[in-house]
């Protein structure tokens, strides 16, 4: 079948030109579910966005992002959480990425044993999908305990960063499987070392799905409340990671959600809480559009 022919075929089944009565009126159904589907689905999350926006700007300023809690000054400020989130979401992806975009490539490209692989792959799935709790347990008793870090950033960093790991691994191998093998073939019949292709064809073929497992794990690492409810802690004061590194690795630190928590269920206070939801919303969105424009970058530097 020729091209001319293949696309005539599309548009007519597109058209449903061709079909039976009672065919078109199933292919009708079908396209109406799905677009039901498709506008309850954006109707509900603009309606989320619009309401926490509705309750949440009126009670930002300046004051309440710029300034910490006092109850001597008498002054309700978030800032101590918006830099533990900072904090916390760049040390857990320099300790997350570098592991598993390694572990993806070496399971992808370098190991042999494809049982062995295969094994290592379902075991990323079950962890990827285990309950944060369980995480912040295994954290606690590993991090705050057996390491001795207690209730601090640090080890918050780590157990979200061991929580991470799976779903990084597993969208960056989906990613370096797209690469065609010609590609691999092309590279090392021309004299490429397996490095070297590795480093200039595979990963910069494969940048999306590394992105992709970035933009994710950033949205877990926000969102999260249970992991740094137990290993992070809930302190409200600076935590300076560089003027200090003993009181950033030692020191509890309450993030954003953590924050929210206390504000929404400690203490009644829905306003607040409300604004910590637009600061979490607009930096969720904040990180994402960064991620997105780096990789942008990387594949227009390696295209």
């Given at each position: 079948?020729?091209?001319?022919?293949?696309?005539?075929?599309?548009?007519?089944?597109?058209?449903?030109?061709?079909?039976?009565?009672?065919?078109?009126?199933?292919?009708?159904?079908?396209?109406?579910?799905?677009?039901?589907?498709?506008?309850?689905?954006?109707?509900?999350?603009?309606?989320?966005?619009?309401?926490?926006?509705?309750?949440?700007?009126?009670?930002?300023?300046?004051?309440?992002?710029?300034?910490?809690?006092?109850?001597?000054?008498?002054?309700?400020?978030?800032?101590?959480?918006?830099?533990?989130?900072?904090?916390?979401?760049v040390a857990t992806l320099v300790i997350a990425l570098p592991l598993g975009v390694g572990a993806a490539v070496y399971?992808?490209?370098?190991?042999?044993?494809?049982?062995?692989?295969?094994?290592?792959?379902?075991?990323?799935?079950?962890?990827?999908?285990?309950?944060?709790?369980?995480?912040?347990?295994?954290?606690?008793?590993?991090?705050?305990?057996?390491?001795?870090?207690?209730?601090?950033?640090?080890?918050?960093?780590?157990?979200?960063?061991?929580?991470?790991?799976?779903?990084?691994?597993?969208?960056?191998?989906?990613?370096?499987?797209?690469?065609?093998?010609?590609?691999?073939?092309?590279?090392?019949?021309?004299?490429?070392?397996?490095?070297?292709?590795?480093?200039?064809?595979?990963?910069?073929?494969?940048?999306?799905?590394?992105?992709?497992?970035?933009?994710?794990?950033?949205?877990?690492?926000?969102?999260?409340?249970?992991?740094?409810?137990?290993?992070?802690?809930?302190?409200?004061?600076?935590?300076?990671?560089?003027?200090?590194?003993?009181?950033?690795?030692?020191?509890?630190?309450?993030?954003?959600?953590?924050?929210?928590?206390?504000?929404?269920?400690?203490?009644?206070?829905?306003?607040?809480?409300?604004?910590?939801?637009?600061?979490?919303?607009?930096?969720?969105?904040?990180?994402?559009?960064?991620?997105?424009l780096a990789g942008k970058k990387l594949r227009q530097k390696h295209g």
């Amino acid at each position: 079948m020729t091209r001319a022919a293949k696309a005539d075929r599309l548009a007519r089944a597109r058209t449903g030109e061709g079909l039976s009565a009672g065919r078109r009126i199933y292919d009708g159904g079908l396209r109406a579910l799905v677009w039901a589907c498709a506008g309850v689905t954006v109707a509900l999350l603009l309606f989320l966005i619009g309401y926490i926006c509705f309750r949440g700007l009126p009670n930002l300023s300046l004051e309440f992002l710029t300034s910490q809690e006092s109850l001597i000054r008498g002054t309700m400020g978030i800032l101590p959480a918006i830099n533990n989130t900072l904090y916390v979401v760049v040390a857990t992806l320099v300790i997350a990425l570098p592991l598993g975009v390694g572990a993806a490539v070496y399971l992808t490209e370098y190991a042999a044993n494809r049982r062995l692989v295969a094994g290592i792959e379902f075991a990323t799935e079950t962890l990827a999908g285990i309950p944060s709790i369980l995480y912040a347990l295994v954290g606690y008793l590993a991090f705050s305990k057996t390491l001795g870090l207690g209730y601090s950033l640090l080890a918050a960093s780590l157990a979200l960063a061991m929580m991470n790991l799976p779903t990084i691994i597993r969208t960056t191998q989906e990613s370096l499987k797209t690469v065609p093998q010609g590609y691999r073939e092309g590279a090392l019949g021309l004299g490429s070392g397996k490095w070297h292709m590795i480093r200039t064809i595979v990963l910069p073929g494969s940048i999306d799905g590394i992105v992709t497992g970035c933009i994710l794990a950033v949205g877990r690492i926000i969102g999260e409340s249970a992991v740094l409810l137990y290993v992070g802690g809930m302190g409200n004061s600076m935590n300076d990671f560089f003027a200090s590194w003993d009181k950033f690795t030692h020191s509890s630190g309450a993030t954003l959600t953590v924050q929210l928590y206390v504000f929404a269920k400690e203490r009644a206070m829905m306003d607040p809480a409300f604004a910590v939801a637009v600061v979490l919303l607009v930096l969720a969105l904040a990180i994402n559009l960064a991620a997105k424009l780096a990789g942008k970058k990387l594949r227009q530097k390696h295209g």
